[in-house]
């Protein structure tokens, strides 16, 4: 269920693709990114600044090119972070009714997905979980359990500039009727075999499957990467 896609090698040539190679290159730049961040955070060395700041712009422009997006664009999205660099953390709720699963329609794209979105700061991951199921679904519910950490980068979701790791929560449902939020289109529950077509910046088929098997799974495994 997971993809290399950086460190695939195709048709045993030993060559990589173009789609290969720019994803190798855009997880170059978002290192680059982190470590120039970093430097400007906590060096008092105006020289040394200057140099970061220089890196920070070289990554941008890096970034602009792979994505074929306007500098400025790129460089929006980073001029909000400060500090030492972290991954960004989206959470997810899974929710089960009569064996078919919770989805919501988003506005941004059309597509489906599981209930949830970035962490808000101030909030742990149940809150956070309760906030997006009852914005997104119109629906209360309560959390179980983790059933999964997942690396975006080692799944088959389009390229994007954050590292993102996505956090799946196992919540109980307390009936009602599933309503959309102010920022989806639709919200209701789909069986394993008449699942709708994906948001695959937001979830993957595979992973739709994995949340399927570990929420009948009573184990307690939690799949991590």
């Excluded at 290969?20 to 008092?44: F, H, W």
Aim: hydrophobic content about 40%; glycine content about 10%.
């Amino acid at each position: 269920m997971t993809s290399r896609s950086c460190e695939a090698f195709k048709g045993g040539r030993g060559k990589l693709t173009a789609l290969d190679s720019s994803l190798r290159m855009l997880e170059y730049v978002k290192r680059i990114q982190a470590l120039a961040q970093s430097g400007l955070a906590y060096s008092d060395n105006r020289y040394d600044v200057e140099r970061y700041e220089e890196l920070r712009s070289i990554s941008v422009e890096m970034a602009a090119l792979i994505a074929d997006t306007p500098v400025e664009k790129i460089r929006g999205l980073f001029n909000g972070e400060e500090g030492y660099q972290t991954p960004k953390l989206d959470v997810r709720g899974v929710i089960l009714r009569d064996g078919r699963m919770l989805f919501v329609r988003e506005k941004i794209d059309g597509f489906w997905t599981l209930p949830g979105g970035w962490a808000d700061i101030g909030l742990g991951p149940r809150e956070n979980v309760i906030k997006e199921v009852r914005e997104e679904a119109g629906l209360d519910v309560a959390p179980i359990r983790l059933l999964a950490v997942i690396d975006k980068k080692f799944h088959p979701h389009p390229p994007s500039p954050w590292h993102t790791w996505k956090l799946f929560i196992l919540c109980a449902d307390s009936g009602g009727v599933p309503r959309p939020g102010p920022e989806t289109l639709n919200a209701r529950f789909f069986g394993p075999d008449e699942i709708p077509r994906l948001s695959l910046t937001r979830i993957t088929p595979g992973q739709v499957e994995m949340m399927f098997r570990l929420s009948r799974d009573g184990s307690g495994e939690v799949l991590f990467d």
